[in-house]
């Protein structure tokens, strides 16, 4: 090569490598590395060294190319058919809890799914109860009580022949039970949630009571054994701190009727006297108390929860109902006792209109009041008398005068 030729190489080498210099030093740098690998870990510019390449992957066809050698950071391709990372758990199939969540059943209502279904150790579960029993302000007869229908519950829970379902409800019912023992308890707690509490407690108590009670058909039992359960899980949703106070209080005032209503139908002074009027006012009761965990539960339909609504505001205007308050001065017109009045306006509250308020004729102290009205011939609503005083009340209401 002749001297002229390798001077203009020589001009062309200089000029480009110090443009490429003034213009791109960490280019330089890099290109500088890939030349000589033996020092690629002196060169003090690694956040520009090309990463390792990612492990061996061959992507669905649909999925695009690889990322280029020269980009910065490679992506990793999103493959749903790559195999776990060790340690990874496999995915849970629908409606299970995760890790995280709720320890209950995933059932499909949240007033279930934070219950736990795991039968607690017996002795322990009686032993924390019948202490909180024991310190209740109650009278001794209603805390014998309380420590029969624990006693009934746990036995179901232990008995081998009982359904594991069963045992799931009894399960829950003890332990929302204890918890509301607990909330009594507290000191934080307003002496009238403490009432309210006490009064929930001994409904629920007695509803498992009746549902172990051999007396009781095996369907009624059925039928006590969910509402205590319904009963238990509205008790603890209305311990929720973040439920408004409009609603709580709507919700108190449906669950204590139904807890009086229980109490009622039971105690020998006040129960109907004929099975067919028991189990007029046990519909009743469950389907208050139904309602009431329809719109609890958010994974209510919207039509069903709307007919609930209705259910409970038409069952908590009972006593401004127009048939009712007529019915009430067409009683009043034969001078009865205070306590008379008093039955009828309770009954009513319990089990609504028409059947709580005949359920209130019925009582003992509306004996003198009724005979004396059955026999008025004079009155339109003395067919209704004649009816209450010698059938089933539930029976009575087409006898009710229409406009």
Not at 232 to 243: K, V
Request: some cysteine; hydrophobic content about 30%.
């Amino acid at each position: 090569m002749s001297k002229t030729a390798r001077r203009q190489i020589s001009r062309v080498l200089g000029t480009s490598c110090l443009a490429a210099a003034l213009a791109l030093p960490t280019a330089a740098a890099a290109a500088a590395v890939t030349q000589a690998p033996a020092r690629q870990h002196t060169t003090g510019v690694p956040a520009q060294t090309p990463p390792p390449p990612p492990p061996p992957y061959k992507p669905p066809a649909s999925e695009p190319n690889s990322p280029a050698p020269n980009t910065p950071k490679p992506v990793q391709p999103n493959t749903p058919n790559t195999p776990a990372s060790p340690g990874s758990q496999p995915p849970k199939p629908p409606g299970t809890p995760s890790s995280g969540g709720s320890s209950g059943p995933a059932t499909g209502s949240p007033s279930k799914s934070q219950a736990p279904t795991q039968s607690p150790a017996p002795a322990d579960a009686k032993k924390e109860a019948e202490a909180k029993i024991a310190a209740l302000n109650v009278p001794e007869d209603v805390k014998q009580k309380l420590r029969d229908g624990l006693n009934k519950a746990l036995n179901a829970i232990q008995d081998p022949k009982t359904p594991a379902a069963d045992k799931a409800q009894y399960t829950r019912i003890v332990n929302e039970i204890n918890n509301t023992l607990k909330v009594i308890q507290s000191p934080t707690t307003s002496p009238a949630d403490k009432a309210t509490y006490t009064k929930l407690v001994r409904g629920i108590n007695e509803a498992v009571r009746l549902s172990q009670d051999p007396k009781v058909p095996p369907a009624d039992r059925a039928v006590y054994r969910k509402l205590a359960d319904e009963l238990a899980m509205a008790t603890r949703d209305l311990q929720n701190p973040t439920l408004p106070p409009d609603q709580k209080a709507f919700n108190t005032k449906v669950l204590e009727a139904i807890s009086d209503g229980l109490l009622a139908v039971q105690n020998p002074t006040t129960a109907p006297k004929k099975k067919e009027d028991v189990a007029q006012v046990q519909r009743a009761l469950q389907e208050s108390t139904e309602a009431l965990r329809t719109i609890q539960d958010p994974n209510a339909p919207q039509q069903a929860k709307d007919a609930a609504k209705k259910t409970l505001d038409d069952r908590a205007a009972s006593r401004q109902n127009p048939k009712y308050l007529e019915f009430l001065a067409e009683v009043k017109r034969y001078n009865p006792s205070d306590a008379c009045l008093a039955a009828i306006d309770s009954r009513t509250a319990q089990a609504g209109w028409p059947d709580g308020s005949l359920w209130g004729l019925t009582d003992e102290s509306c004996s003198d009041t009724l005979t004396t009205a059955a026999s008025d011939n004079s009155s339109r609503w003395n067919a209704l008398f004649l009816c209450v005083r010698d059938n089933a009340f539930s029976t009575c209401s087409v006898y009710i005068p229409q406009d």
